[in-house]
């Protein structure tokens, strides 16, 4: 069964370092996804990527934020200059078609992010 | 306002008995909804959806009832059995078809005891 992937398991970093957190969406799919997830909280939009494009973003995907998907598989998620509070699970998720055409959102393994 | 914090609402039962977690979302707006399952360390899995138009949905061993008078969904599992134990999160579409965000709920945490 096709499932999306994310690279690292877990990643340290100290305060002020730039991160890239990496995904593979299911291959047929055209919408992308980043959520995070604060140990013990909900889990919280970050932002949609569709045509290469940022769709709709949070408020918590600032300009330390960005998105990008450099080939045909990957889909990115850089913070420039991490912060202690950025420390959370991210989660990447990905959809064959949008929430208007009845299309669940597939969600990976995780990415923890711990910043010291 | 949002109640967040350390501390999931737990719900503990035998194997075997019929299990209801509930959920209240926010938005009356909303006009779909899922349920996801989230096993320690892992992301969340999608167990089942409903759309407004509809007042209850089944799948395999689970059931998902809305009460969109009263904001509030419920999910259904069937003689529950030891994997079910996980997190259970109801997330909501906000403020209808525009838009592909998912707000997430608390979260309860299932415990099914042997």
């Known amino acids: 069964e096709p499932e999306v992937t994310q690279t690292p398991s877990h990643q340290v970093t100290q305060m002020g370092q730039e991160v890239i957190l990496r995904c593979v969406p299911i291959?047929?799919?055209?919408?992308f996804y980043w959520y995070r997830q604060i140990l013990g909280q909900k889990v919280e939009f970050l932002v949609s990527?569709?045509?290469?494009?940022?769709?709709?973003k949070s408020e918590i995907f600032d300009d330390q934020f960005s998105v990008e998907r450099p080939d045909g598989s990957n889909f990115t998620l850089k913070i420039r200059s991490t912060k202690l509070e950025d420390s959370a699970m991210y989660f990447c998720a990905s959809s064959q078609l949008n929430l208007a055409g009845g299309n669940e959102q597939f969600f990976g393994p995780g990415t923890r992010l711990t910043v010291l | 306002g949002e109640s967040v914090g350390l501390h999931l609402p737990t719900l503990s039962v035998q194997e075997g008995d019929n299990s209801i977690i509930n959920c209240a979302y926010s938005n009356s707006a909303s006009d779909y909804f899922i349920w996801y399952k989230q096993e320690s360390g892992k992301g969340p899995q999608f167990i089942i959806d409903i759309r407004s138009n509809m007042d209850k949905r089944q799948g395999q061993r689970v059931t998902v009832l809305l009460n969109k008078t009263v904001k509030h969904l419920s999910l259904q599992i069937a003689a529950t059995q030891p994997g079910d134990s996980a997190v259970y999160f109801c997330a909501e579409r906000a403020h209808g078809g525009a838009t592909n965000k998912l707000i997430f709920g608390t979260g309860t945490l299932l415990a099914v005891q042997p």
């Open positions: 291959s047929n799919h055209l919408y």
């Open positions: 990527f569709y045509n290469n494009e940022i769709s709709e």
